[in-house]
Nanobody, 127 residues
Framework: QVQLVESGGGLVQAGGSLRLSCAAS????????MGWFRQAPGKERVFVAA????????YYADSVAGRFTISRDNAKDTMYLQMNSLNPEDTAVYYC????????????????????WGQGTQVTVSS
């Protein structure tokens, strides 16, 4: 199985940027479709973005489309989430996840598609 570790979270002012990383170990990342989810305080975890095994396909939640960019470097077994124009509503714990499913990238918005999860990294956006 694959182990996932997120990093790159922190405190940033509104309008700023952060780049999250998700490093995989145990198995090569190229064997998995990947996604990012987030959970704000007192709320359910929600989908943010997903990417196909090769990186050729991506899919975003409406709330982040145009501001966030998901990418991956399979040679480094690492996935990224570049977050720009951050606002306080983006404050959450961000989780990366790996899916063994062979499925259209748009269906990767569902948590049940994922088999492995990281422990999360906190992102706090101040106003």
């Amino acid at each position: 199985q694959v182990q996932l570790v997120e990093s790159g979270g922190g405190l940033v002012q509104a309008g700023g940027s952060l780049r999250l990383s998700c490093a995989a170990s145990g198995r090569t990342l190229s064997g998995y479709a990947m996604g990012w989810f987030r959970q704000a305080p007192g709320k359910e975890r929600v989908f943010v973005a997903a990417i196909s095994r090769t990186g050729g396909g991506t899919y975003y939640a409406d709330s982040v489309a145009g501001r966030f960019t998901i990418s991956r470097d399979n040679a480094k077994d690492t996935m990224y989430l570049q977050m720009n124009s951050l606002n306080p509503e983006d404050t959450a714990v961000y989780y990366c996840a790996a899916s063994q499913a062979w499925t259209p990238v748009g269906t990767l918005k569902y948590e049940y598609k994922y088999d492995y999860w990281g422990q999360g990294t906190q992102v706090t956006v101040s106003s």
